[in-house]
């Protein structure tokens, strides 16, 4: 019988630190962990995430657990995807001793999130409408993020929390010194916005960066701005033309895009990646295609 009340049934730091001694946890840098040990952040992430009872949910990075009892308590179909096989094996037996009754809602993969597809990923691959909520990996959040788009096409949103300075290149404008790469790639799914910051004081253990949420997105058509081939040769584009952030689109487009491709297309080459939109990227490739067919 669980006698959990609704106030302890979420990992506070205390919980935190002793199951990480339980099973000989050192949180470790090169993995991106630092355990959630707030439950009143849990719940603000889960409530700014917009998920109810019912919602299939893949959290990547799980960790020791904190947000997976978050979104079960909801009522969430959560399927976790932890590329640690200790804190894999342990995600199930914490939830079995502090929420039995979501158990059979839970489904651990024990896998690098860069690897995840679709038919290994269960509920969340077959789901039609998947949510994405996670406290990412700090180091290897935006191509998690960008992965996990192409690949699985019924990811329609996202709430996740990366470091502040992530937030910032994966939401910003063009003109602004830090739109990117990252910036037009998620342009390519969808819209991105701040979702507000998160103290370092709730982690353990506390990162030396601050920290933010970034929402998601996808557009209506749930599948970009054209096929799989169209975005290869559009995020081309975008890495040629952020290679050196300095240059001209003539200049960091050479012998990719032609003169006349760019007349076509109506935009002066001697502009720079960083003023560009996505939709002006999509415009580029689709005139440099009819020029050289």
């Not at 700090?138 to 960008?146: C, D, E, K, Q, S």
């Not at 933010?212 to 096929?227: E, I, Q, T, Y």
């Not at 990646?273 to 009819?290: H, K, N, P, S």
Request: proline share 5%.
């Amino acid at each position: 019988m669980n006698t959990k009340t609704e106030s302890d049934r979420l990992l506070g730091a205390a919980d935190i630190r002793r199951l990480a001694d339980q099973i000989g946890i050192h949180p470790t840098k090169r993995l991106g962990q630092n355990f959630v040990i707030d439950p009143g952040t849990v719940r603000r992430i889960v409530r700014l995430a917009g998920v109810e009872s019912g919602q299939t949910v893949l959290e990547v990075g799980p960790g020791l657990g904190s947000l997976t009892l978050g979104l079960l308590e909801v009522g969430c179909l959560v399927t976790t995807d932890e590329i640690d096989p200790v804190l894999a094996r342990q995600l199930p037996q914490t939830v079995r001793e502090r929420m039995p009754e979501s158990l059979d809602r839970l489904t651990v993969i024990n896998r690098d999130a860069l690897t995840l597809t679709p038919q290994l990923a269960g509920d969340a691959g077959v789901a039609t409408d998947l949510a994405m909520v996670a406290n990412l990996p700090y180091n290897v959040a935006t191509p998690i993020i960008l992965t996990l788009l192409a690949r699985f096409t019924n990811l329609n949103r996202f709430l996740v929390m990366v470091q502040k300075e992530v937030a910032d290149r994966l939401t910003a404008a063009p003109g602004s010194k830090v739109y990117g790469v990252p910036s037009l790639k998620l342009a390519w799914y969808g819209h991105a916005a701040q979702a507000g910051r998160v103290g370092r004081h709730v982690f353990w253990p506390a990162p030396n960066v601050d920290s933010a949420l970034v929402s998601f997105m996808r557009d209506k058509d749930g599948h970009g701005r054209g096929d799989e081939g169209t975005r290869t040769e559009v995020f081309s584009l975008i890495d040629a033309a952020f290679g050196q952030r300095r240059k001209t689109l003539h200049a960091a487009l050479k012998g990719l895009v032609s003169a006349e491709a760019f007349q076509a297309a109506g935009i002066d080459p001697a502009r720079r990646g960083e003023t560009m939109t996505i939709e002006e990227f999509v415009t580029l490739e689709q005139a440099r295609r009819e020029v050289t067919a």
